[in-house]
């Protein structure tokens, strides 16, 4: 079977460099090596989060230019917004159908929002968040994906996605099969400036696609302890050496991991990773400037990639559709 890759980034916020090495990068390395690929800004799923219309479309353009600035290849990958195919709203439906109320409890995106009491108290937890894992797998069976490059916080999607897929199968003939989750290696987490995970909820990030200044201010916040400069430091645990290893090969790594223990200052140390990152972003900036000034040609390609999935989506829907009963009267 053909391999076909296939992901999906919810449109909310600034990129930044943890959705750069987390979902970026290997996403398009993985496409690299694959015959088919398909990236498409999840625009639906970002109705969950929020309701400001500004920030739905700009997070949209945002994350566009950020996959288009880090080297997605648009001849060789599909690239399209889920709202233009709407054919996966129409399978997100069906598969509600037969998707049991009992699997969306387990679901852990909307526990967590639960336990950590982030509700809006006036709203409650919404159908949208609750149900999200059946718009994502509709998302992937439209297209039959065989691979998908997720982060670990959505492996429990996959297996849903699969446990949709099985049951879908098994009432109505063999249709799906059942995709895979690609997950990171372990102990790729990348830190935000506090350590935490870098999320945007977090408030701790580093954007992907600000300037030189805004880089380096960025790296200045990171938090450090408060050992002196010539103080020897450990590299394990450090906020500043998580980064660096996400940038770095194993040689550098083990140089870096000398002048901490030679006591190289927090100034120093930053100021490495800042040259570290700036050399790898550099060439990411200068594509985003050109298509930041050019938004037609991104709105154009986008809109080209919709013409090129549609009908693949269409013909999977008109084939569900007939399976379920809802065709035409004959
Ligand atoms: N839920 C994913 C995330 O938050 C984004 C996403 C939506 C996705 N649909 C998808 C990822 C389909 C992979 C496949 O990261």
Redesign the pocket.
């Known amino acids: 079977m053909t391999k076909r890759i ?5 449109t909310t916020g600034t990129p930044h460099i943890g959705n750069y090495l987390g ?1 970026i990068k290997p996403s398009l390395e993985l496409a690299r090596a694959s015959e088919e690929s398909f990236f ?1 800004l ?1 625009d639906y ?1 970002a109705l969950i989060k929020t309701q400001d219309r500004e920030k739905v479309r700009s997070s949209v353009t945002e994350v566009a230019l950020a996959w288009l600035s880090s080297g997605l290849d648009t001849d060789k990958s599909h690239f399209y917004r ?1 709202s233009d195919v709407k054919e996966i709203t129409e399978l997100n439906w069906i598969l509600s159908c037969i998707t049991s109320k009992g699997l969306m409890n387990r679901a852990h ?1 909307y526990k967590s929002v639960i336990s950590e009491n982030t509700i809006d108290p006036d709203k409650g937890v919404s159908m949208g968040l609750f149900s ?1 894992p059946v ?2 797998a509709s ?2 069976l439209i297209f039959n ?1 065989t691979h ?4 670990h ?2 492996i429990q ?2 297996e849903m996605t699969r446990d949709i897929a099985v049951r879908f199968n098994h009432i109505f003939g063999k249709v799906f099969n059942l995709p895979e989750a690609v997950v990171q290696k372990k102990g790729t987490t990348v830190p935000g400036l506090d350590g935490r995970k870098m999320s945007k909820s977090y408030n701790n990030i580093i954007p992907l696609l600000s300037d030189e200044k805004t880089l380096k201010k960025s790296i200045a916040k990171i938090v450090t302890n408060s050992l002196e400069p010539g103080e020897p430091k450990d590299s394990t645990d450090c906020n500043v050496f998580k980064l660096y290893e996400n940038f770095s090969t194993e040689k550098d790594q083990i140089s870096f991991k000398k002048e901490y223990a030679d006591g190289i200052s927090w100034g120093e140390a930053k100021k490495k990773l800042f040259l570290l990152i700036n050399a790898e972003l550099e060439p990411v900036r200068d594509k985003y400037y050109e298509l930041e000034s050019n938004k037609k040609f991104v709105n154009d390609l986008l809109e080209f990639g919709a013409q090129k999935v549609k009908p693949i989506a269409a013909e999977m829907l008109e084939r569900i559709r007939e399976l379920v009963g809802i065709s035409r009267i004959s």
């Open positions: 296939l992901t999906g980034i919810t979902a498409f999840a799923h889920q995106a999200y718009l994502m998302d992937i994906s998908v490059p997720v982060g916080d959505q999607h996959l």
